[in-house]
């Protein structure tokens, strides 16, 4: 059965502190490696991994991808209160393009 | 930025009822999908749609739920029979090709 664990589960950090979310999976037929943003309602899209080695950034966020360790994790540097959400890790399988998710990881940055 | 639309934003209704979700995809989209999450736990896949048909489907979509694409735009998720829990969540989403999915607002469904 396939697998998404992301770590931890929830997280307080102070406004500028840097932060690092994981994600670990196990799918058959590996095809790619997302990131979003949950706030209210809606998961945003942040990242999409493919490759190995590979930092993908957007202003203080980024994301790399090891393929042979099976993780991605999420860096977030700088934080802002804006920053507070869940952050969600989801696995494409080449079965199709579902999406499988992790649980998330809830963020709070405090002033 | 092109956006997927959902309707309504908040429905209740009463255990045993049929409801319908309704979702407007991006327009240039493929791939259709719907998602849905129950309170405090994960998104979950239900079903895929491509061409006018399922491409895929989740163990969690049972004979309960039906997608239609009734007309160009509109797609829509029907589930019969409602039970308590299937108060959730309900995204759709749209991707087209390979590239990463944009997902509707959600539909709050509440069964009493």
């Known amino acids: 059965e396939d697998k998404v664990v992301q770590s931890p589960l929830s997280l307080v950090v102070h406004e500028g502190d840097t932060v690092t979310l994981n994600c670990s999976y196990e799918?058959?037929?590996?095809?790619?490696l997302l990131w979003y943003k949950q706030e209210k309602k809606a998961p945003t899209f942040l990242f999409m991994l493919t490759s190995s080695g590979i930092e993908k950034k957007s202003g203080r966020l980024s994301s790399i991808l090891d393929k042979k360790e099976l993780f991605s994790i999420l860096n977030i540097t700088a934080t802002q209160t804006g920053d507070s959400a869940v952050y969600l890790c989801?696995?494409?399988?080449?079965?199709?393009?579902?999406?499988?998710f992790g649980k998330g990881t809830s963020l709070l940055v405090t002033p | 930025e092109p956006e997927v639309t959902q309707t309504p934003s908040h429905q209740v209704t009463q255990m045993g009822q049929e409801v319908i979700l309704r979702c407007v995809p991006i327009s240039n989209h493929l791939y259709f999908y719907w998602y849905r999450q129950i309170l405090g736990q994960k998104v979950e896949f239900l079903v895929s749609f491509y061409n006018n048909e399922i491409s895929e489907k989740s163990e969690i979509f049972d004979d309960q739920f039906s997608v239609e694409r009734p007309d160009g735009s509109n797609f829509t998720l029907k589930i019969r029979s409602t039970k308590l829990e299937d108060s959730a969540m309900y995204f759709c989403a749209s991707i087209s090709g390979y590239y990463g999915y944009t997902f509707g607002s959600g539909t709050r469904l509440t069964v009493v």
């Open positions: 799918v058959t037929n590996f095809r790619s």
């Open positions: 989801a696995v494409c399988s080449n079965s199709g393009y579902a999406l499988n």
